[in-house]
């Protein structure tokens, strides 16, 4: 069952509609731009927020999930952050407005708020699907974002990290990000709360990778314990190209990560890994739709949780296999440490496969640390909780040392360290 209707409003969802007649005359944006957000509107308050009877999101309940929604903060302000990685290229959305400045040649930025108020982002609005909830939240509600192009030939020595700072409220952006034929490039999307106040942040990235560009791109979200994130990356894959995608979770009361994938280009090589860190009473779902349309075509996922307290974890992939996609070559992975009774991770790996000459696989495993292992650090004199946190360690941290970048490893791993020792 994919499509729902309801006319009964949740406190979340009605406050969702006030929100957007209140914002109304905020919202930049063209009559194109408005007959769409006001349709987006429309399908969200028809259909609902999305309950466990849709597949997509059974585990997911977002309608009993989703409670309550912040305010618009107003003016208040939050400030760039150093980079994660030193030595990077920093572009900001402060409070989910841009501040748009030059960078290093090879590399156009445009605010995407101009797109709206000319009209030219409106057909980049619509959802994916009748079950594309953040897609219509998103399409609603978004401000600002940036708009970055990069040439044909293009290699940074230094990454670029894209800023989403905030201070509560309700944040809502937009990336539309593509890659000449041939670059070469490290990105980081980094979103970082950076007060206590709760805040519901809507971000969608659409990546288009050239032919015979090699990108990595890194998702690093750290919201605050009572943010909701609902995050989505659209990407296109072209001819010859690679893309490493890491996604690490290690924040958030409530995340939806979302990765779309369509693999359109012969000779092209995916690799998606995964790191949650979960703790509390948070939920975090990771959610892959991943596509190999074209012949010859190779992909590998791979998602290593850690789960404490009361904490839920979800991860669902989907991998189809188009029947012109022959000698696709696609590995999926999900490995998870359960460190309390009280923790739960549900796991829904899944292949469509209409090729015949092909190899897919996929598996799970839920576990928890290896007393052996355990011992044989504390019969050395390691504490327990701190013997804990060196396998935690160890568990994720071989995720992270597939990068090839040492500044960006050295950042990330010390994210990791930092935030078990709050958690372990």
Not at 292 to 303: A, L, Q
Not at 309 to 314: C, L
């Amino acid at each position: 069952m994919n499509m729902q209707t309801t006319t009964r409003l949740t406190a979340a969802e009605t406050a969702l509609i006030e929100a957007y007649n209140n914002q109304l005359g905020e919202l930049p944006g063209n009559g194109d731009v408005f007959a769409t957000r006001d349709r987006l509107l429309d399908d969200l308050k028809t259909a609902g927020l999305p309950t466990r009877r849709i597949e997509a999101w059974h585990y997911t309940d977002l309608k009993n999930l989703l409670r309550t929604v912040p305010a618009d903060a107003g003016s208040v302000s939050a400030s760039e952050l150093p980079p994660i990685a030193e030595g990077s290229e920093v572009l900001s959305l402060l409070q989910g407005r841009a501040n748009v400045k030059t960078l290093v040649d090879g590399i156009s930025v445009r605010a995407y708020a101009d797109g709206l108020l000319d009209g030219s982002a409106a057909g980049g609005l619509a959802a994916l699907s009748t079950d594309d909830a953040i897609g219509r939240i998103n399409g609603s509600f978004v401000r600002d974002g940036y708009v970055i192009e990069i040439d044909e030939g293009t290699e940074l020595s230094a990454p670029i990290e894209v800023q989403f700072v905030h201070a509560g409220g309700q944040i809502h952006s937009r990336l539309p990000v593509s890659f000449g034929a041939r670059s070469k490039v490290i990105f980081i999307e980094r979103h970082q709360a950076v007060t206590g106040d709760a805040a519901l942040v809507s971000a969608i990235s659409e990546v288009r990778i050239g032919d015979g560009a090699e990108v990595t791109w890194i998702i690093l979200q750290q919201q605050g314990a009572e943010d909701t994130h609902l995050g989505q990356i659209r990407v296109d894959l072209g001819r010859d190209a690679k893309l490493k995608l890491f996604v690490i979770n290690a924040g958030g009361k409530l995340v939806r990560q979302e990765l779309h994938i369509a693999v359109t280009g012969e000779g092209s090589d995916l690799q998606v890994r995964g790191v949650n860190l979960l703790g509390g009473e948070t939920h975090t779902d990771v959610t892959l739709v991943l596509g190999h349309d074209v012949p010859n075509t190779t992909s590998t996922e791979i998602v290593r949780s850690v789960v404490f307290d009361r904490a839920r974890g979800v991860f669902q992939g989907m991998i189809r296999v188009a029947p012109d996609a022959q000698k696709t070559d696609a590995r999926m992975a999900c490995n998870t440490l359960l460190m309390s009774d009280d923790a739960e991770f549900s796991v829904k790996p899944e292949l469509e496969i209409f090729a015949d000459d092909v190899q897919c696989g996929h598996g799970a495993t839920v576990t928890d640390i290896d007393a052996n292992h355990l011992y044989y650090l504390m019969a050395r004199g390691i504490p327990a909780n701190k013997a804990r946190a060196m396998l935690v360690n160890a568990f994720v941290a071989e995720i992270v040392e597939e990068l090839e970048d040492e500044a960006v490893v050295a950042a990330l791993e010390n994210v990791i360290s930092t935030w078990l020792e709050k958690h372990a």
